[in-house]
């Protein structure tokens, strides 16, 4: 069965911390990929690599910053967690030029 | 840009009732077409897809037709249940020449079912 799985279900984090959300995949799948989840709003692209090391800004990159050393790991940083970034992230993993994308439980993060 | 546009929630129906969740998109070029389900605490899963016009994608009773001239992607089912209760987001794809295909979603239409 398809997992990508993610390192917490629920973070609370304090204003100006460096906040680290893993995401892991065991599917092999060179393309992964980071969400933020805010009610009315959907999901927004945050970064996505397509490769180890390689990475690509997505809709709202600001504020975030990603690290892919291994194929199965991919690595959301925020440098200095601010309230505006309490929300939900998901993690998302696809094979190269396959569609559907295999998505994690994901991570509730409350910045106070 | 692309962008998609689906029914604002909440959703409130009674079991057995029929579904219809709209969604349209907007796109240059030929997208593929998704719904995808999150279930309450879970992350999002597939639901069912169509990847050229007139195509129907269907699963779990849930059906939707890709219409080309109407830029819609509706989704369907005859008789909802109680465990059909969940967020549904409509999604656009379109293909990359480097195989990393990016989603575009709605935002999502949350949908619950009353005994």
């Known amino acids: 069965d398809v997992k990508v799985t993610q390192s917490s279900r629920y973070l609370v984090k304090r204003t100006g911390e460096k906040v680290f959300l893993e995401c892991v995949q065991d599917m092999d799948h060179e393309n992964m990929f980071w969400y933020r989840q805010d009610p009315g709003l959907g999901l927004r692209l945050i970064y996505f690599?397509?490769?180890?090391?390689?990475?690509e800004k997505g809709d709202i990159p600001e504020g975030y910053s990603v690290s892919r050393e291994k194929k199965e790991r991919f690595s959301l940083i925020l440098e200095s967690a601010s309230t505006n970034q309490t929300s939900m992230y998901l993690c998302?993993?696809?094979?190269?030029?396959?569609?559907?994308?295999?998505f994690g439980p994901g991570t509730r993060l409350l910045v106070l | 840009g692309n962008s998609v546009t689906q029914m604002e929630g909440p959703v409130t129906l009674s079991e057995e009732a029929f579904l219809t969740i709209n969604c349209t998109y907007t796109a240059t070029g030929y997208p593929s077409l998704f719904w995808y389900v999150q279930y309450p605490g879970e992350g999002l899963q597939l639901l069912l897809k169509a990847t050229k016009a007139d195509d129907k994608g269907s699963n779990k009773g849930f059906e939707a037709t890709y219409r080309k001239e109407t830029t819609s992607f509706h989704l369907e089912k005859g008789s909802v249940q109680v465990s059909d209760s969940a967020v549904y987001f409509c999604?656009?794809?379109?293909?990359?020449?480097?195989?990393?295909?990016?989603?575009?979603f709605g935002t999502g239409t949350r949908l619950t079912i009353i005994p």
């Open positions: 999604a656009l794809t379109l293909k990359s020449n480097f195989g990393n295909e990016k989603l575009t």
């Open positions: 690599s397509y490769d180890v090391k390689m990475k």
């Open positions: 998302a993993s696809s094979r190269q030029y396959q569609e559907t994308q295999y």
